[in-house]
T-cell receptor, first 113, second 116 residues
Framework: QQQVKQSPQSLIVQKGGISIINCAYENTAFDYFPWYQQFPGKGPALLIA?????SEKKEGRFTISFNKSAKQFSLHIMDSQPGDSATYFC????????????FGTGTRLQVTL | EAGVTQFPSHSVIEKGQTVTLRCDPI?????LYWYRRVMGKEIKFLLH????????ESGMPNNRFLAERTGGTYSTLKVQPAELEDSGVYFC??????????????FGPGTRLTVL
């Protein structure tokens, strides 16, 4: 049973457009929701994260929207750039009892010129 | 500061053989994690060390997998004997042990294991 579901599997966006990746979770014990960005040949790197007591967090062109009642959260990349082309993973963690991250299946983003 | 390093970057072995993956965490990080991504699927947790002790090994698939962390520094993950379904990318991550809400996990580049 997959605890964090992520969509779409792949996404092609034109330069300057908005990229949107969606995730849904099952376990209400999760209390921290990071997004990781992975470039080819590299490991995942923390991009931005949110706690469930806020509905939105913005860092530069990257925004997380969080809907606690729906158990959904999404990553928005504004003004997408070719350098944003990477695989994005949403994740969730219950910081109180376990340190293991539960990941979504990943979204391969390609930003075209 | 050096990041998490993993060796080898790629390994191709035949079914039934043994492979040992190594992870060197960021210096001073007490927490060390192993994860695995099978092609196209999610990155799955395997186990978590705090220093040399196994804190959580609930994600280990079966007893063909053995993880060790000698002296609380580097860690090895041995697969013996390897099966076809063990193919995937094995990631190691480390984090400090601090009293913050969340200790960021820093990932290595992974080891791509192919079992033929």
């Amino acid at each position: 049973q997959q605890q964090v579901k992520q969509s779409p599997q792949s996404l092609i966006v034109q330069k300057g457009g908005i990229s949107i990746i969606n995730c849904a979770y099952e376990n209400t014990a999760f209390d921290y929701f990071p997004w990781y960005q992975q470039f080819p040949g590299k490991g995942p790197a923390l991009l931005i994260a949110i706690r469930p007591d806020v509905s939105e967090k913005k860092e530069g062109r990257f925004t997380i929207s969080f809907n606690k009642s729906a158990k959904q959260f999404s990553l928005h990349i504004m003004d997408s750039q070719p350098g944003d082309s990477a695989t994005y993973f949403c994740a969730a963690i219950h910081t109180g009892t376990a340190s293991k991250l539960t990941f979504g299946t990943g979204t391969r983003l390609q930003v075209t010129l | 500061e050096a990041g998490v390093t993993q060796f080898p970057s790629h390994s191709v072995i035949e079914k039934g053989q043994t492979v040992t993956l190594r992870c060197d965490p960021i210096s001073g990080h007490d927490n060390l994690y192993w994860y695995r991504r099978v092609m196209g699927k999610e990155i799955k947790f395997l186990l978590h060390f705090v220093k040399e002790s196994k804190q959580d090994e609930s994600g280990m698939p079966n007893n063909r997998f053995l993880a060790e962390r000698t002296g609380g520094t580097y860690s090895t993950l041995k697969v013996q004997p390897a099966e076809l379904e063990d193919s995937g990318v094995y990631f190691c991550a480390s984090s400090p042990q601090t009293r913050t809400f969340y200790n960021e996990q820093f990932f290595g580049p992974g080891t791509r294991l192919t079992v033929l």
